[in-house]
């Protein structure tokens, strides 16, 4: 069922180099269960473990605190509040407004308030239960609505302008408008927060953490201990999962054991249990997204007017990117011709939301998706033909609003082979006919495309730093800024690294992240993190490679041309000897055989004041195909089919990345269909638990899902022509929630649009054929 | 006192909390970390192990989630821990499958879906790909998508051979025999009891009740235990009922099918389904296998919590259950067992004895939906269940309807499914029926749906049941596979 494509490498295959599907680093290790996490990490003598107890109001002002019987609590060792905290209180990662623990004013329903250490895990979680405190509630806002109803934001409201839209609007032949709520994310990494801290006898603290971010948590608790950040080492081997989710909200655990390790002189582990880290920590935003678009008779976008408005909690966190990242995306694929987009970004009494796979894209994508398939009903077409029909193209219509040339458009030819290779057309009769005769029981289908730019928005964390010893048995030690949460980012790397000095990848070991070993890393996000990091493992690796020969050429007195690196082995002139020789050779003779490397994306700049630049190196594309099955007595669905066509330049790794777009794809269809986040009416989120919070299982798996690479190399110089891959697949599903509609719509001969927001629970299915339902009554 | 293998190695308990799950023994005692904790409630998988017991059929090896299970209910059994399938440096089948298959992403998940691999390796499943979602529909993988799981697991059950485990059975029998000794209730006197009883009698468990009136019953705990993960309660009193013979049989006689209060829902199955084939979407839609593999109907009943799956379908059943204190019996409808939400009529001395379900009536039809935001491993949003019995001129003789999930305790409606006795059931007015039923209906909002698509989905069922018993051609199921097929 699953096609991988033929690598055009078939030398690289069989040595783990570039393009082949070798399996993941640590495959064996962890269904072995040898795969070390931060929590099986063999513990330090006398270990303490730490708790955290949360504000049970929403908003307010914290008069009380009462934590004597905490700190005489059977085991506890140490107890910490805001008071105890020598350096900053504030643990914002781009902007301030993040205290480490409460500071008087309570934020959010789940507020961490102080923490406790103990002898063991139940003792400490054991003693929270025993604090009193008086929260004077404040008003709490909790939604969209009445955060612009308050003019209450984190940040500026941010608008983007490309000619006038009110003016194209006026003069569009026919317009539309509409408003969609698209429900949060919780991110469900299967390992939760943990962090184990051990003081060193310098003052300074040892982190092992799980974090996307370690030179951030690096910093911070640095900070709030008062220390250099040079004494403060942070090491990451693995995540069990990351997904934005531990970007930049990992670090306040760490700050926690830091502060509590600092106080004792003890090593401190502290690790969230699933309801408090569902509770506690950031989502993926939910918006409520409106627009207005006209059109002229054949359904092309003449204007449009499209406003999104993040809810981003009660801090900043990185709500600017995020929100910025969504008005990025909302042309998805489409030229928009005159377009203002604006986007808000509410600030409410909820825990900060934060990064999340896609980080903003993904709500922008759904706005003009949504306005999509209302053009087409409104005008009777198909939505595939809408959709086609707007798509980026030639000089004139390859213009984004935010004044970024579009250079590198495959979606055209890329839909065109979707198109054909899941038989839409066909299909599309086969389900008009299956409605027809089926009364309770409807099909549904439909084809989305996705266009995600590529690059950090903020210009700055695009550089990476990377570091290489070649030892002299001719074993290759690799470590670089990125960090491995599963996404294959560490094999790649490490295949980039063996077809540089062309080794059988086994030679070359890949390390836990740390700081000390490349400093001031950027965070493994934004689907960057082999674009980065693996080009300044290139680059580590030519540098050495360079040395080699140039030691080569002098020492065998030969060419630089005459030498070559070939599986493990190194021809020179005449000589043939082992890489592992040549090594040697070149240490007897003084020659280093270690190296950093580093790398910056070019062709990079933004001026966030005009709205104007090019924000991204290039965009990847993909685009998804997906039929589903509705009952219109229940609302209850069924994913029947998936085809996906996905961009990811030359790959580097088929398995990894075909594993990025179903993950995604599934992590995505999740988002926008079972995963609901509620909260009662007092702030408090009631689908805390995996009872209550349904991320996809195993029987959600479309029974056929095909998955096929868009096999052309990036037009942009990569790593090795490839594409990053982490992200843009979330939004493939996005044909999911179309097809849903589009099942909905057939209900009423497809003429209407159906209001269908998101995630499109059973509940939101039924009650939107009911509202269709009435819609059709009441126009006859 | 509590003896089991902890893989290969005998290991014997003593002085430990009672409620000290098998997760927290294998992490923190046993410093065997490659059993994860994902979510300490059951829900995820993370935490599954396999365990292996004597059966009158040999070793018989089953998953559950180690998170909430006793580490005393272990007694006498095998647990096996991913740690142990790698032997002699070689992985075992099921994970070289899974490495092959480029099946583990972050890795965090990846034990639990190796332990249940193994599970499926050693059972008599045929290959079916809904025999690889139902063995992994208690482990979620937040990285993969699942679909290489599934091929992995696809084509283990192709070629299933032994392993080094099917070699090493009759020395692994050899050593289980040789810790079964029974456990006898401590004898106590003091007010303050702590302990865990594991009776094998319904005479011990008499006298266990009565030694320790304060403990709790714990059957399959995966209800129980979540007091413990989730509420940081203290469960220092335990009576598993796990191990009581009489409470572990199923009978079938020309009167019904009587079913142990502790017979788990995977051993309840077969006897199950053999009478009653409509309830296996219903099954296997209810917790997960890992889930299953504890779960009892005595639990459920027990909990009486309101959205429990077993009530609606015993009611509409017309099950009964006997309640017993080891020396006198009642037996009462199920209907009439739960009073109010998670309270039951059940004395301090009685426990749940056994489940009478009636035979199957000729010509009788039964439904029992089951609505969820995730088809699989979800608590209800509603659960209705809809017996009917026709003569032979189509008039309604018997309908019997079971509701969980629309109010305080699972709901029966009697006045509404009484006015249905004596109608011509092809030509009910079921618009007027399905209207009566939303009338009687009072449900709340809640995490899981509002209280308005509770009432209009439970009359939707309505209409949807009376669809597929006059108008068996007409397609009413988004799922074509498991349960009735009515593509």
């Given amino acids: 069922m699953r096609k991988l494509t033929e690598s055009r490498l078939p030398e690289a295959v069989s040595q783990g180099h570039r393009g082949a599907a070798v399996a993941h680093e640590s495959a064996a290790r962890q269904v072995s269960g040898q795969a070390r996490y931060v929590d099986d990490l063999p513990e330090p003598a006398n ?3 730490a708790a955290v107890a949360l504000s049970d109001v929403a908003a307010g002002t914290l008069d009380s605190l009462d934590i004597t019987q905490v700190a005489t609590a059977p085991g506890v ?28 004013q309570i934020l959010f329903h789940g507020q961490p308030l102080f923490a406790v250490a103990a002898d063991t895990v139940e003792q400490a979680r054991q003693a929270t239960l025993q604090a009193e405190w008086n929260i004077t509630p404040g008003d709490a806002i909790l939604t969209v609505d009445q955060a612009r109803a308050a003019e209450t934001y984190v940040g500026d409201t941010v608008q983007f302008r490309r000619g006038d839209a009110l003016a194209g609007l006026a003069s569009s032949t026919h317009t539309t408008s509409g408003e969609i709520h698209i429900g949060g994310q919780e991110h469900f990494y299967l390992e939760g927060q943990v962090s184990l801290v051990i003081p060193e006898e310098d003052g300074g603290m040892l982190v092992y953490t799980s974090s996307q971010h370690p030179s951030e948590v690096q910093k911070l608790v640095a900070e709030v201990l008062g220390i250099p950040f040079s004494r403060v080492t942070v090491d990451v081997r693995r995540m069990g999962g990351g997904f934005g989710g531990k970007e930049t909200q990992a670090a306040q655990w760490a700050c926690i054991a830091a502060l509590l390790a600092r106080k004792t002189g003890r090593a401190v582990k502290l690790r969230l249990p699933r309801s408090q880290d569902m509770t506690t920590t950031g989502k993926r935003h939910p918006f409520v997204n409106r ?4 059109y002229d008779d054949s359904g092309l976008i003449q204007a449009a007017d499209i406003e999104v408005n993040g809810l981003c909690g009660f801090s900043p966190d990185l709500s600017n990117a995020i929100v910025d990242r969504a008005m990025f995306h909302a042309d998805n694929g489409y030229f928009l011709n005159d377009a203002h987009i604006t986007g808000y970004r509410c600030r409410t009494n909820t825990a900060s939301n934060t990064a999340f796979r896609g980080f903003g894209g993904p709500q922008g994508m759904m706005t003009i998706e949504a306005a999509m398939d209302g053009i087409a009903r409104n005008l009777g077409e198909d939505p595939l033909t809408i959709r086609k029909r707007n798509l980026y193209g030639d000089e004139g219509r390859n213009v984004t609003p935010y004044h970024m040339t579009v250079t590198d458009n495959i979606l055209p030819e890329l839909i065109d082979r979707l198109e054909h290779s899941a038989d839409y057309w066909a299909r599309r009769e086969a389900i008009r006919d299956f409605n027809a005769r089926s009364p309770i029981i409807k099909k549904g289908l439909a084809l989305t495309p996705v266009k995600f730019g590529i690059s950090f928005t903020a210009k700055h964390l695009n550089q990476a730093g990377a570091l290489i010893h070649l030892y002299t048995d001719g074993s290759i030690y690799l470590n670089h800024g990125g960090t491995e949460m599963g996404q294959g980012l560490f094999t790649k790397v490490a295949q980039i690294v063996a077809t540089e000095f062309s080794v059988p990848l086994a030679t070359v070991q890949s390390s836990a992240t740390r700081t000390d070993k490349v400093p001031n890393t950027s965070p493994t996000a934004a689907s960057s993190g082999t674009d980065l990091n693996g080009a300044a493992a290139q680059n580590a690796a030519r540098t050495i490679k360079q040395r080699l020969i140039e030691f080569a050429t002098d020492h065998y007195k030969v060419r630089p041309d005459q030498i070559e690196f070939d599986n493990g082995q190194v021809q020179i002139g005449e000589h043939r000897l082992t890489f592992a020789d040549l090594v040697q050779t070149a240490y007897m003779n003084r020659i280093s055989l270690s190296a950093t490397g580093y790398y910056r994306t070019p062709k990079l700049h933004w001026d966030a004041a005009t709205g104007k630049g090019r924000p991204f190196l290039y965009f990847a594309y993909g685009a998804s195909c997906s039929e589903v099955t509705i009952d219109t007595l229940t609302g209850e669905y069924a994913v029947d089919r998936v085809d996906i066509l996905h961009d990811v330049g030359d790959s580097l790794n088929p398995a990894i990345d075909i594993g990025q777009i179903e993950g995604g794809f599934i992590q995505g269809m999740g988002w926008l269909t079972t995963e609901e986040l509620k909260w009662n009416d007092e702030g408090r989120l009631l689908s805390n638990s995996p009872a209550t919070y349904k991320i996809p299982s195993i029987g959600d798996t479309p029974p056929i899902f095909n998955v096929d690479l868009f096999d052309q190399p990036n037009r942009e110089d990569t790593v090795f022509k490839s594409k990053a891959v982490g992200e843009p697949p979330l939004m493939l599903p996005i044909s999911v929630w179309c097809a849903l509609r589009d099942a909905i719509a057939s209900t009423a001969d497809y003429r209407i649009n159906p209001a269908l927001n998101t995630p499109a629970t059973p509940e939101q299915v039924l009650f939107a054929l009911e509202q269709l339902a009435d819609q059709v009554r009441e126009a006859s | 006192m509590t003896d089991f293998l902890l893989n290969r190695q005998p290991v014997t308990l003593a002085k430990t909390d009672p409620d000290l799950t098998v997760l927290d023994y294998l992490r923190e005692q046993a410093h065997l970390t490659g059993t994860k904790e994902g979510c300490a409630s059951g829900d995820c998988g993370a935490c599954t192990v396999v365990v292996g017991e004597l059966t009158d059929q040999g070793m018989r090896y089953r998953s559950l989630n180690s998170c909430i299970t006793f580490v005393h209910s272990l007694h006498g059994k095998q647990l096996l821990t991913v740690e142990h399938l790698e032997q002699a440096g070689a992985l075992h089948p099921v994970q070289q499958a899974l490495v092959e298959h480029h099946g583990s992403q972050c890795g965090f998940c990846t034990p639990g879906f190796v332990m249940s691999l193994f599970a499926l390796y050693h059972s008599d499943v045929a290959p079916s790909r809904e025999a690889v979602l139902t063995a992994l529909s208690g482990n979620l993988c937040r990285c993969t998508g699942y679909r290489p799981i599934i091929d992995a697991g696809m084509a283990l059950l192709e070629q299933r051979h032994g392993d080094a485990f099917s070699a090493q059975i009759a020395d692994i029998e050899a050593e289980l025999r040789s810790l079964e000794t029974p456990v006898l209730p401590e004898e106590t006197k003091t007010d303050h009891v702590v302990g865990f009883w594991q009776p094998r009698t319904r005479q011990d468990l008499a006298k266990a009740r009565a030694q320790a009136p304060g403990a709790r019953y714990s059957a399959g705990s995966t209800d129980l235990a979540l007091e413990k993960t989730q509420r940081l309660a203290n469960l220092n009193a335990l009576i598993d009922l796990s191990q009581v013979a009489e409470l572990n049989h199923i009978s079938v006689d020309d009167k019904g099918l009587h079913i142990g209060a502790a017979v788990s829902y995977t051993d309840l199955e077969p ?65 009439e067992l739960i009073t109010g939400y998670r309270q039951t009529v059940l004395a301090d001395d009685e426990w749940i004895d056994t489940i009478h379900l009636p035979r199957r009536q000729p010509g009788s039809q039964l439904r029992a939906y089951k609505i969820s935001k995730r088809f699989e491993d979800d608590i209800s949003t509603v659960c209705v269940v809809f017996y009917l019995e026709t003569d032979s001129k189509d008039t309604v003789t018997c309908l019997r309807a079971g509701f969980g999930g629309l109010a305080a305790t699972p709901l029966v409606l009697a006045d509404w499914q009484d006015q249905l006795i004596g109608q011509h059931w092809p030509t009910v007015a079921v618009d007027t029926i399905s ?45 074509t596979h498991g349960g009735l097929d009515h593509a």
């Fill in chain 1, 47 to 49: 270990l303490l473990h």
């Fill in chain 1, 77 to 104: 060792v140490a107890t910490l509040t805001l008071a105890d905290v020598p350096g900053h209180t504030d643990i914002g990662a781009v902007y301030p407004g993040d205290p480490v623990l409460a500071d008087g």
């Fill in chain 1, 291 to 294: 627009w207005t678009l006209g």
């Fill in chain 2, 271 to 335: 006897a199950l389904l053999t009478d009653y084939p409509e309830a296996r979407e219903w099954l296997e839609r209810l917790g997960s296998r890992p889930i299953r593999n504890r779960g009892t109907l005595g639990g459920n009943l027990g909990n009486a919590s309101p959205i429990g799956d077993t009530p609606p379908l015993l009611i509409a059943l017309g099950a009964t259950a006997t309640l017993s204190n080891g020396q006198t019996e009642r037996t009462l409808p199920v209907s």
């Fill in chain 2, 435 to 479: 209207r009566t039923l939303a009338d009687a209906l009072a449900p709340i909002d809640d995490v899981r749906a509002s209280a308005r698509y509770r009432v209009q989905v439970t009359a939707n069922l309505f209409r949807r049941f009376h669809l597929e018993t006059t108008q068996p051609d007409t397609r009413t199921r988004v799922h």
